[in-house]
């Protein structure tokens, strides 16, 4: 009872209040601890402990994420990579290259300034992909954008959600892969068939952009829309920014204080480089880093050791390795400048990030500390698929009310964490459904909603349809998918 107040309360906090999600979340932890019958000394050791501990774990992971993230953004990597993409896949093919890139490749780059670099590049290649491009290209973009951020390492949701369940982030990484890449691939397919048959009506769904022509999005971001999205709860493209992504959403995600950076959102910042290096050289450290992660995570689950493949595998090794080969590259392409300038807007982006995965952490602790894990486990049988499907029902009723994927992927992933040794539950089961539930009715109190919105052309009974449907279609399909994976995980 107790629990499901404290939760209650941050959303009132949040969404009636309107008072910033760190305050509301440590309000909410305290608040348990006391009336859980922890006392001030542990509630107040746990809400710290928490707080510390989840940071030990994943502060400089965030950190190097954001900040490789922050280099490839500088370096204009984004826009060379759509183009590769188109050249690739063909324009039939475009939005499902796009929806699996964006969910995977990209998951560095802070969610809002991704997409204000893409939609634009989007927005010129809908009309070349054949019927309903528009609609099609805002559903790929939406979808992707906000399933690897809570999927994919190193998107700042699952990152969090990894360091809130204690789940080793090369399973996190392997487990999410393997779920978000069917997600996105079937939903983008069930919404292609949806658009095509009638669904979409360009009259009443379509608008002018809010700048017309490339590159657009300069004035519907600035750094002032890094704040977690959950504080624009009047449905306002303009206020606190979107947790969803690196940055956060993260929305998430994941409260993401940082904005496109000195460097106009939008604009194809290659055009500065010395040299115009290969996509692949470019994006190739962050790559290797990822790969490294996965690579310790299959040996370890062999059985193998290594001494040196151990250390590279470490995950702050290997994305150290990623940052270091990143800024190496970028500052042979583009000079000291362009990489210091990165680092600056890397730092702000990750301060409320770390603020904001801390508390998250604060609030499971306490949770923890309460002695839940024994209570709830009495509701729940030996079969995983009912916890599993409570982690994504309450992960999606505190989404539809605080509008934040990150913020409640962490709450809902802390109230059931406790189950887990309970009923044997693999962590990241609970890690992956939390997520998939955080994604469901993505809706106007998201900033992400509202940039789609206004930087694809879309009227907001448009991107009622490809945003907030698109996306929750998703979180069904993904929850789909993860069930089976109670049985072998």
């Known amino acids: 009872m107790n629990t499901a107040v404290a939760v209650l ?34 509630t107040v050791d746990a809400v710290t402990g928490g707080f510390g501990d989840i940071l030990a774990d994943v502060g400089l992971l965030i950190a190097f994420g954001v900040l490789t993230g922050a280099m490839l953004h500088h370096a204009g990597a984004i826009e060379r990579l759509v183009s590769a993409l188109l050249a690739a896949c063909g324009p039939r093919g475009m939005p499902y290259a796009t929806a699996v890139t964006v969910s995977t490749a990209l998951q560095s780059i802070f969610v809002d300034v991704l997409l204000v670099i893409s939609a634009p590049l989007a927005r010129r290649i809908a009309p070349r992909i054949g019927d309903r491009g528009l609609p099609r290209m805002a559903t790929a973009l939406a979808i992707g954008l906000e399933c690897g951020i809570v999927f994919m390492v190193p998107g700042v949701g699952a990152v969090a959600l990894a360091g809130v369940l204690g789940v080793p982030l090369g399973q996190m990484l392997i487990l999410g892969l393997v779920v978000v890449v069917p997600t996105v691939l079937i939903a983008t397919g069930i919404m292609s068939v949806l658009l095509r048959r009638g669904w979409w009506d360009p009259a009443r769904d379509e608008q002018e952009p809010v700048v017309a022509g490339a590159p657009a999005g300069a004035e519907a971001h600035s750094p002032d829309t890094a704040a977690p999205d959950a504080g624009s709860a009047g449905g306002r493209p303009s206020g606190a920014g979107s947790p969803d992504g690196p940055g956060p ?76 080969g990143t800024t190496a590259v970028v500052g042979v392409a583009h000079g000291r400048e362009m990489v210091e300038s990165a680092v600056t807007d890397g730092f702000r982006e990750s301060g409320q990030i770390l603020i904001l995965t801390g508390v998250g952490g604060s609030l499971a602790t306490t949770i923890g500390e309460a002695g839940l894990g024994e209570i709830l486990g009495r509701f729940f049988s030996a079969s995983t698929a009912a916890p599993l499907l409570m982690v994504w029902l309450i992960a999606a009723v505190l989404h539809v009310a605080i509008g934040s994927v990150t913020i409640s992927a962490i709450t809902a992933a802390g109230v059931l964490a406790p189950v887990a040794p309970v009923i044997g539950l693999a962590p990241v089961l609970i890690a992956l459904a939390a997520g ?13 909603f509202w940039l789609l919105q206004s930087l694809l052309g879309q009227s907001v009974r448009g991107t009622l349809k490809t945003c907030s449907v698109g996306v929750s279609i998703a979180s069904v399909v993904a929850i789909i998918v993860i069930l089976p994976l109670s049985l072998v995980v």
């Open 436 to 448: 998939a539930g955080a994604l469901f009715a993505v809706h106007v109190t998201s900033n992400t």
């Open 9 to 42: 309360a941050v959303v009132v906090l949040i969404v009636r209040f309107r008072l910033n999600p760190v305050i509301s979340l440590v309000i909410g932890a305290v608040y348990l601890g006391l009336t859980a019958g922890l006392g001030v000394t542990g």
């Open 249 to 324: 959403d993260a929305e998430g995600g994941a409260g993401r204080g940082a904005g496109a950076g000195p460097v106009a959102a939008g604009t194809v910042v290659s055009g500065t480089a010395r040299r115009e290096l290969p996509l692949a050289l470019l994006f190739g450290p962050l790559l290797v880093g990822l790969l490294l992660i996965a690579a310790g995570a299959v040996l370890d689950a062999a059985g193998v050791t290594h001494p040196v493949l151990a250390f590279l595998g470490e995950p702050v090794i290997a994305l150290l390795l990623a940052l270091i």
